[in-house]
């Protein structure tokens, strides 16, 4: 990965055009930067506003794509290995069917959920229009906080990167400690 303050540079000197991809790939923190670069009157904070959001949304679909369209290329006893047999993919498409907004909303939110849930989103051949509007209303917000939080306090992007993966890290732990404490409850209700 390139360090923060390359990063910082690279956006200070060329712009928006640098920020758009590098956001597609880390979205938080350059967020941040290129907010804290808007307030110091080298970008647009509307522009940089703009500019995440589609950034945000271009990763997603490239994540649903990725599900979508590239299960199949997978040899089939690495599927195997995946679990992602006959039976569980049509539970899982029956999940995003059903419960697919939600569970798009939670992937985002969570951050640390987010490619996977999107992966799987791809995956299940959830309604595309479906996906790209739920990630649109999911993406508004969260990225227009990472905007106000780069324009108030951005100077501080090294800090913020790390209270962000602090953040991840224990939504994470959260999420994996839920997922085997439900994964027990429901053996114990089976037997």
């Known amino acids: 990965m390139i360090g923060l303050e390359t990063i910082t540079v690279l956006m200070a000197k060329h712009g928006l055009a640098v920020v758009a991809p590098i956001a597609v790939l ?37 994540l649903y794509a990725l599900g979508r369209w590239g299960l199949h290329r997978l040899p089939a006893r690495w599927r195997t290995k995946l679990g992602l047999n006959r039976e569980r993919l049509l539970r899982n498409g029956r999940h995003f069917r059903d ?36 990630n649109l209303i999911a993406t508004i917000p969260k990225s227009l906080l990472f905007v106000a939080l780069g324009y108030q306090l951005g ?37």
Request: aromatic share 12%.
């Open 26 to 62: 880390e979205g938080p923190i350059v967020t941040v930067i290129a907010a804290w670069l808007a307030s110091q009157h080298l970008f647009s904070v509307w522009s940089v506003s703009v500019v995440v959001i589609l950034a945000d949304l271009v990763g997603d679909i490239g």
């Open 99 to 134: 419960k697919g907004v939600r569970t798009l909303l939670f992937g985002k939110w969570t951050h640390s959920a987010g490619a996977p849930v999107l992966v799987a989103a791809g995956v299940a051949r959830m309604n595309f229009w479906v996906f790209a509007g739920t």
């Open 155 to 191: 100077a501080y992007y090294g800090s913020i990167d790390s209270w962000i993966a602090r953040a991840s890290l224990i939504a994470l732990g959260l999420i994996v400690l839920g997922g085997v404490i439900w994964y027990f409850r429901r053996k114990k209700h089976a037997l």
